[in-house]
């Protein structure tokens, strides 16, 4: 296998492998890695920072209760109630996307029977049925 190699594949040989034992000296070992993590160090004492944020947390709570607790202002009598819309008077912005054409014939109900108006009904194009297909010579497929 090293038989075609050049001078650059040597070289990028010898570099990668040098990378390597640099990098196997930093790595753990399998058996650090395969054995069950060890329970991370507590502290007994919180310390400062502890009465710190039960102080923080305290005075939150205290302001919360003075703002709801405070006076709340009336509004106004001479004020104008604003004018009620009822909700079935509402349409939507898109409302013109439902009107399809043809939507006419979605609404209404199709009459079959004896009271049916078919007369005022548009004809479709007829095809001439009475005239047999017409059929080429295999002379004129060639």
């Known amino acids: 296998m090293t038989e075609g190699m050049t001078g650059d594949d040597r ?17 753990p070992g399998f058996h650090a890695l395969a054995s069950p993590p060890q329970p991370a160090l507590t502290r007994a004492n919180p310390g400062r920072k502890g009465w710190l944020v039960f102080a923080a947390c305290l005075a939150a709570s205290i302001a ?4 709801w607790q405070r006076p709340i202002h009336e509004r106004p009598a ?7 819309v009822s909700v079935t008077a509402w349409t939507a912005p898109t409302q013109f996307l439902l009107n399809t054409p043809g939507g006419e014939m979605l609404r209404s109900v199709p009459a ?4 049916a108006d078919y007369g005022n ?11 047999p297909k017409k059929v080429l010579p295999k002379e004129e497929l060639d």
Do not use: C, I, N, Y
């Open 11 to 27: 070289d990028l040989r010898a570099r990668f492998a040098a990378l390597r034992r640099q990098e196997e000296v930093h790595a």
């Open 64 to 67: 919360s209760v003075l703002w």
């Open 78 to 84: 001479h004020r104008p109630a604003a004018p009620t």
């Open 112 to 115: 079959f029977g004896a009271g």
């Open 121 to 131: 009904a548009p004809r479709l194009p007829q095809k001439h049925r009475g005239q």
